[in-house]
């Protein structure tokens, strides 16, 4: 099996890729980023993500190979095309991001392939995909085959998550699905309008969630009282409460942008979404307005810990840590930022930041801050030090 990943040096891509490699394909990682596809052709990810490297070096050379030149998809069988779908300034979702894309690989699409789409996209691009190759005259198969795994995770959960193929017809479906038989897991068919949705309502659903235990925090950190503490009361052995989230900020390339896309495809008819985005986007003005009641903010350099947007990761991409950053800036004599993981020229090293530092904020929940011992204030609304979040 003969496979190229267009987008394939990304976050979503290069797993991917590997893995294919690693199960037996033959792939190919095409990408306009030269300098990515310089790291990974040398066997460096350009990002952090568990047990890659090391799958990468055992293929590369192999079964694996990156390139910049798109006449690489050329004499490939199927074609994975992963390409950013990011949200504008009006945080509009641009539903030609994909379209766009493809036209620029068109002259070296060919008749016979099968075209899976990983993007995440707006609900209908699907078939406007299936029109532009009809267009075209050229004779491919196309499914909408979305990525549900988390950052961080995916070489694990690409083995073990059921892959949703969206297909029009049994023949697509039983193509795709032979290329993730590959990995090992199960296959779901549904219409690629279903699958689309699919994967708007999954993220959708976790950024609801997170906002949903964000707002529980702040009723409960304006009465003074440990979020953390009734949390742990309410999900102690009742199932019911078992998936209510801790207090954290919820942000990253895909639950925010996703929410945003499902409330443009409702034509701004989703105030639960619109909400979320609310309590969620609103947590840093909540944290730095509680610090200004109980501090001299304008006297005090503040530091926070963690700019990436979750914990063990590298990805900073909006992250609400650089939020905070930039509001306290605005009201404190000095912000100084540290993360062990982000590529970020103006991030000091945690020792100084400890330092110097009149006041500590986790910033991002890395694993390394969980044995803080500090004799300044620590804000911690993720309870990674296990003395609650109460603010």
């Known amino acids: 099996m003969k496979i190229a990943v267009v987008g394939g040096c990304g ?8 893995s294919l490699a690693a199960a037996g394909a033959t792939v190919t990682a095409f990408d306009i980023d030269s300098n990515a596809v310089k790291m990974v052709n040398k066997g460096l990810p350009p990002f952090f993500e568990k047990n890659l490297e090391d799958t990468l070096l055992g293929v590369l050379g192999k079964s694996f190979s990156a390139s910049v030149n798109p006449e ?3 004499d490939n069988d199927i074609l994975i095309v992963i390409v950013g779908t990011p949200l504008d300034v009006h945080l509009n979702p641009d539903p030609n991001a994909v379209i766009e894309a493809l036209k620029e690989i068109l002259p070296q699409i060919r008749d016979g ?5 990983r993007s995440t996209v707006f609900p209908g691009v699907t078939r406007r995909v299936e029109l532009l190759i009809n267009e075209s005259g050229k004779k491919v198969r196309i499914s909408f085959c979305p990525e549900r795994i988390v950052e961080g995770e995916a070489m694990s959960e690409l083995k073990l998550l059921p892959q949703i193929i969206g297909a029009r017809d049994e023949a697509t479906f039983m193509e795709s699905k032979a290329v993730f038989d590959l990995l090992g897991v199960t296959s779901i068919r549904t219409t690629p ?6 994967k708007l309502f999954t993220n959708t659903w976790r950024y609801i969630k997170f906002a949903a235990a964000n707002q529980f925090w ?7 009282i440990d979020y953390e503490k009734v949390r742990s009361a309410i999900r102690h052995d009742y199932p019911r409460a078992n998936d209510l989230p801790g207090a954290g900020f919820a942000a990253g390339p895909c639950l925010f942008k996703d929410t945003m896309q499902l409330a443009a495809f409702t034509s701004n008819n989703f105030p639960l979404g619109n909400a979320a985005m609310l309590v969620n986007e609103g947590q840093p003005n909540f944290i730095v307005d509680r610090l200004k009641h109980r501090y001299s903010l304008e006297e005090m350099s503040i530091g926070i810990l963690g700019m990436a947007f979750k914990g063990e990761s590298d990805d900073a991409r909006s992250s609400l840590a650089y939020k905070l950053k930039r509001l306290l800036q605005f009201s404190s004599k ?3 930022c540290s993360d062990p993981f982000v590529q970020d020229s103006t991030l000091l090293p945690l020792e100084e930041v400890l330092e110097t530092a009149d006041l500590l904020i986790i910033g991002a929940p890395h694993r390394v801050y969980a044995e803080l011992n500090s004799v300044k204030p620590v804000i911690d609304i993720w309870n990674i030090l296990g003395k609650g979040s109460v603010l």
């Open 72 to 74: 690489s998809i050329l």
């Open 113 to 117: 392939q099968l075209l899976i789409l």
């Open 11 to 18: 976050h979503v891509g290069l797993p991917l890729a590997v």
């Open 218 to 224: 702040m009723i409960a950190t304006e009465a003074n």
């Open 193 to 198: 309008e279903e699958a689309e949705l699919a």
């Open 334 to 336: 000095a912000v100084l």
